[in-house]
């Protein structure tokens, strides 16, 4: 089972959720899931085009208006990489 992070992005208004998505995938390892939970319609638009272009895959949306959930899987593009040496 791949490791699983979360991101709370809910009440944040675009860009700053895909901004905190985009940051925080950078400290991630290839292969890690990250659940983003949103709250901004935008995100339903804006997520899995970012995921396109950056080649992540989106597992999985869910919606319960105005609760809005995206499970991501980090692709080794913008990812942390996975054989940086442990911190300290």
Known sequence: M???QTL?????????????????????????????SCTDPGTLHDIPTWCRLYGHRLLHTYRNDPLLVFTIEVS????APTDAPAPG
């Open 2 to 4: 791949s490791p699983r």
């Open 76 to 79: 080794g593009a913008h990812a």
């Open 8 to 36: 709370d992005a809910r009440h944040l208004l675009c860009p700053l959720p895909l901004i905190r998505v985009q940051d925080r995938v950078q400290t991630m390892l290839a292969g890690t899931l990250l659940e983003v």
